[in-house]
Structures are given as C-alpha cells and as structure tokens.
C-alpha cells in the first residue's frame, strides 16, 4: 500500500509531496551545507548573544548558498545589510564580528569585474566606518583604538584586492583552457573531414576513370546513330541528341570531380594579393551570367598587406568562387565586399581576406557541411566548389572559415601566411 502525506485534511500519496521537495535537494550543492554549517556554528559560538545578531549570522549563510540563484550584486547588497544588523547589536566598531564585512568585499572581488570590486570593497567599508562617524560618533577613541580601527579597515582592501587578483588569474587560465579545447575541436574536425577527403578523393578518382571509357563508347554510339539515321526520322535524331548532351555534361561532372581528387602540384610564388583580387573581379564583372542577381563589388584592401606566396591560377579561382557564390546568395542592388588585412597568428604573420555579402544567409545546421564535397542547397549545384576552394587554401597552409546569420549574409574568410 502507498505511503501518503498529510495535506490539511486530506492526505496525499507520498510521490505528490517528494515532487516539491526533491527539486529542492537537487539544487543543493555540497558547498552549501558547508556554509550553512559554518554560519550556524558561528552563531552558536558568538559571543554576541542577541538575537538579532545569530538571525543575521545565519542569514549570511542562507545569502550564500542562494547567490548562485540570485546573482552576485543582489547577494552582496544582502550581505551588507546583514553586516551593518551585525554590528549595529553586536557592538559597534568594538564588536568582535567585525570580520563579517570582509565577506561581501570578498564576494564582490570574487565574482565581478575591478569597478564591482572597488564599489563592494568600498561598501563593505563604508559599512564599518559609518559607526565612527554617525551612529558612534561621540565615542571616544584612544590612540591604540584608532590604531586598531585603521588596521580593521585597511584588511578590507589587502583582502579584496589579493582575492581579486586570485580570482583574475582562474577566469584567466579558464578562458586559456576554453581556447585551448575549442582549437582541439576545431583541428580534431579538420582532421576528420581532410580523412573523409582523402578517401572520397580515392574513391572518386577510381570511379571516374572507370565511367569514362563506357561515357566515350556512349558518345560515339550517339553520334553514329545520329548521322545514318534518315532524316524524316526527328525522334531518332532528336533523342541523339539528347545523349551526346548528357554525355558532355556528364564528362565535365567528371572532370571537377578529378579535378577535386587530383592533388595540385602548387609552386608558390610571391606576388601581389591585391593585383590578383583585382583580376578577380575584372573576370567576374566580365563573366557574369545574365540570370545573376546585378550586385555592386566593393574593395576595401588594407596597405599594410605586403607579398603573399601563391598560385596564381588556383588562388584565382578560390576568390572567383567565394566572390561568385555571394552575388548568387545577394537580392539584386546588394553589395559584395572583398576586404584584405594583416593578422598574426600563431605560426606567424598572415593575411586574412574576407569576402562579404548581406544577401540570405546559411542555416545554422548547414555550417559544419559547407566545405563538405557534394553538399549543395542549390537546385542545379554539385557541391564541389566550395569543397575544392577548401582544398586549395589547404594546400596553400592557410585556412577558410565561415560566419553566416540566416537573413543578414555571410563572411567566407581565408587566411594565408605572408610570403
């Protein structure tokens, strides 16, 4: 039979009441009955025995274990009104509890930034001193008193500061080890898809060796067929046609796919990055299809740019992709930028060279696959440029990313080494 709980008059099944209470143990960390522990021991070992004084105490401790709910400003502001209830019934500036004002300095120092430390620790002063100066203020202090006083109130400082300085040197090595693990992921997914590569290159290679010879003897066949039969006969000639047509097409799929699993022989040379760029645009300006929504191409090249090792033809065709895909991606009249940098990075100075536009953005999801071979969302796409322009800035040691924001546009940016 199921153990129940009263509620009122009525009792309910003992699963309704752990509903309500286990939520509460969860949140409960260890730390917390540790504080609560020590406040309460510090209540009942006070030598202040008023009863404002020990509520005060354990309210500490209650504000410590629900900061993390709170927040820290919220909790150090709780802090401090204790503090003043403490020494306002426990003795004043002579009150033996006077160590309690550190621990709002403390938590301020902790948690915050220097202005939330210097305002906390000042407070927490403030606290202490406004005995003196209003609520004692006709209380005469000896020279050994002033002494004591002053050494009470310059410990605040000495400590928030060496807490601050602790706490700045964990975010520090925190935020070291967060980069430190975001780069392990991102070289592990490199790795990752340069394997995938690898193998789909091979696998592709082999393939498209193999279709070639059955594609051939398809586009003689068609082409035989096409000059005997007679000429009444429209079909047979149109469907010959067709054939020869998909069999073209169906070579030059190919041969980007060779061209993908091929490895470039690449012979770098230094050169002038934004002469190239500016080759780039000529040919798309040039070469634009009719149906390509009209874009305007703007250039925003740093000075401080110097040589860069390249091949000519292949990083050309790096840029004449990007700079392709974000007129296809731009609403007509929007523009695209192509903007160059120096940066430094670990390996040493490089340039970055950005290719922007404000056109429909990529989803989320499809980030991580943009590079990937074969991956299109476009209708009549393959899915190889982008994975052959990765390809080639490989090769070239340098890097390409992405940012997109669905309805804002994207940032393709490659990096490469300074020659």
Same mark, same amino acid.
């Given at each position: 039979?199921?153990?129940?709980?009263?509620?009122?008059?009525?009792?309910?099944?003992?699963?309704?009441?752990?509903?309500?209470?286990?939520?509460?143990?969860?949140?409960?960390?260890?730390?917390?009955?540790?504080?609560?522990?020590?406040?309460?021991?510090?209540?009942?070992?006070?030598?202040?025995?008023?009863?404002?004084?020990?509520?005060?105490?354990?309210?500490?401790?209650?504000?410590?274990?629900?900061?993390?709910?709170?927040?820290?400003?919220?909790?150090?502001?709780?802090?401090?009104?204790?503090?003043?209830?403490?020494?306002?019934?426990?003795?004043?500036?002579?009150?033996?509890?006077?160590?309690?004002?550190?621990?709002?300095?403390?938590?301020?120092?902790?948690?915050?930034?220097?202005?939330?430390?210097?305002?906390?620790?000042?407070?927490?002063?403030?606290?202490?001193?406004?005995?003196?100066?209003?609520?004692?203020?006709?209380?005469?202090?000896?020279?050994?008193?002033?002494?004591?006083?002053?050494?009470?109130?310059?410990?605040?400082?000495?400590?928030?500061?060496?807490?601050?300085?602790?706490?700045?040197?964990?975010?520090?090595?925190?935020?070291?080890?967060?980069?430190?693990?975001?780069?392990?992921?991102?070289?592990?997914?490199?790795?990752?898809?340069?394997?995938?590569?690898?193998?789909?290159?091979?696998?592709?290679?082999?393939?498209?060796?193999?279709?070639?010879?059955?594609?051939?003897?398809?586009?003689?066949?068609?082409?035989?067929?096409?000059?005997?039969?007679?000429?009444?006969?429209?079909?047979?000639? !149109?469907? $010959? %046609?067709?054939?020869? @047509?998909?069999? &073209? +097409?169906?070579?030059?799929?190919?041969?980007?796919? *060779? #061209?993908?699993?091929?490895?470039?022989?690449?012979?770098?040379?230094?050169?002038?990055?934004?002469?190239?760029?500016?080759?780039?645009?000529?040919?798309?300006?040039?070469?634009?299809?009719?149906?390509?929504?009209?874009?305007?191409?703007?250039?925003?090249?740093?000075?401080?740019?110097?040589?860069?090792?390249?091949?000519?033809?292949?990083?050309?065709?790096?840029?004449?992709?990007?700079?392709?895909?974000?007129?296809?991606?731009?609403?007509?009249?929007?523009?695209?930028?192509?903007?160059?940098?120096?940066?430094?990075?670990? !390996?040493? $100075? %490089?340039?970055?060279? @950005?290719?922007? &536009? +404000?056109?429909?953005?990529?989803?989320?999801?499809? *980030? #991580?696959?943009?590079?990937?071979?074969?991956?299109?969302?476009?209708?009549?796409?393959?899915?190889?440029?982008?994975?052959?322009?990765?390809?080639?800035?490989?090769?070239?040691?340098?890097?390409?990313?992405?940012?997109?924001?669905?309805?804002?546009?994207?940032?393709?940016?490659?990096?490469?080494?300074?020659?």
């Amino acid at each position: 039979m199921e153990s129940c709980a009263p509620v009122g008059n009525r009792r309910l099944p003992l699963r309704h009441y752990t509903r309500f209470v286990s939520p509460l143990w969860r949140h409960i960390r260890p730390q917390d009955l540790v504080w609560l522990l020590a406040f309460s021991v510090l209540a009942i070992a006070s030598p202040e025995r008023d009863p404002v004084v020990l509520t005060m105490l354990v309210a500490l401790g209650v504000v410590q274990v629900i900061e993390p709910r709170i927040g820290v400003p919220p909790s150090v502001i709780l802090k401090l009104i204790c503090c003043f209830f403490i020494l306002a019934y426990g003795g004043g500036i002579s009150s033996s509890l006077f160590v309690v004002v550190f621990l709002p300095a403390i938590t301020a120092a902790t948690n915050l930034n220097a202005t939330g430390a210097v305002l906390g620790t000042a407070a927490s002063c403030a606290v202490y001193l406004m005995f003196i100066f209003f609520i004692q203020s006709d209380l005469y202090l000896d020279y050994q008193a002033i002494l004591e006083v002053a050494t009470r109130v310059l410990m605040v400082p000495v400590m928030a500061f060496l807490t601050y300085q602790l706490a700045s040197q964990q975010r520090a090595e925190a935020r070291k080890l967060q980069e430190t693990a975001e780069r392990l992921q991102e070289a592990q997914a490199e790795a990752r898809r340069s394997e995938r590569l690898a193998a789909l290159g091979q696998l592709t290679a082999g393939l498209a060796h193999e279709l070639r010879n059955p594609l051939g003897t398809m586009k003689s066949s068609a082409e035989l067929l096409k000059r005997n039969v007679p000429a009444d006969n429209a079909i047979a000639t !149109e469907m $010959a %046609g067709f054939i020869s @047509s998909e069999v &073209d +097409r169906t070579n030059s799929l190919i041969t980007r796919f *060779l #061209e993908f699993a091929k490895p470039h022989h690449i012979k770098l040379e230094n050169g002038d990055l934004a002469a190239l760029l500016d080759r780039v645009i000529e040919r798309f300006e040039r070469e634009r299809s009719p149906t390509m929504p009209e874009v305007s191409v703007y250039k925003n090249y740093s000075p401080d740019v110097g040589p860069v090792a390249f091949e000519e033809q292949l990083l050309e065709r790096v840029f004449y992709n990007l700079i392709t895909n974000a007129a296809q991606a731009s609403p007509n009249g929007a523009a695209v930028t192509v903007k160059t940098k120096p940066v430094e990075t670990e !390996e040493g $100075a %490089g340039v970055e060279v @950005s290719v922007i &536009d +404000r056109g429909s953005g990529i989803e989320p999801k499809n *980030l #991580e696959n943009v590079f990937n071979p074969f991956f299109t969302t476009k209708p009549e796409g393959v899915g190889l440029g982008l994975a052959i322009v990765s390809k080639i800035v490989d090769e070239h040691g340098g890097k390409i990313t992405v940012e997109s924001t669905p309805g804002e546009g994207s940032v393709f940016r490659v990096y490469l080494p300074m020659g």
